[in-house]
């Protein structure tokens, strides 16, 4: 358990270090779309996620309860960690230069750990998507 948390408080940290806040970029019009969880578990703390589309501009956290670290890999591709009491719904906001391409969008879980810092076993039940 202890390994577990210092790995998630190494990805953190590079995180940060691989970012000046926990938004990328600057908006530049356009609006906002919600990327959602499913979840088959009602205790997980921390999750890794790959998104993609065309120009996203910032990444968010919902709300306070939340903490959001990400990095970008190109102007389409953002890895992120999301880290709080998780649960179905709204994990980040994403500011994007054209909504109407939602369907354009993609996510994939990557790692999923639960409150007590134990990395899931298998990630079957989760889901991401993006939707207005």
Do not use: K
């Not at 939340?66 to 970008?72: A, E, H, K, V, Y």
């Not at 994403?94 to 109407?100: G, I, K």
């Amino acid at each position: 358990m202890i390994h577990v948390r210092w790995i998630l408080t190494a990805v953190a940290v590079v995180a940060i270090a691989a970012c000046a806040s926990d938004s990328i970029g600057s908006p530049q019009g356009g609006g906002s779309l919600v990327l959602r969880l499913t979840t088959p578990h009602g205790d997980d703390g921390a999750l890794t996620f790959e998104l993609s589309g065309p120009s996203i501009s910032t990444v968010s956290a919902p709300d306070a309860s939340l903490r959001l670290f990400t990095r970008r890999l190109d102007e389409s591709t953002v890895v992120g960690v999301v880290v709080g009491a998780l649960a179905n719904g709204a994990l980040a906001t994403l500011r994007v230069q054209e909504v109407s391409t939602v369907s354009s969008y993609s996510a994939r879980v990557l790692e999923v750990a639960d409150r007590e810092d134990g990395l899931r076993a298998s990630l079957s039940g989760y889901a991401l998507s993006v939707t207005r």
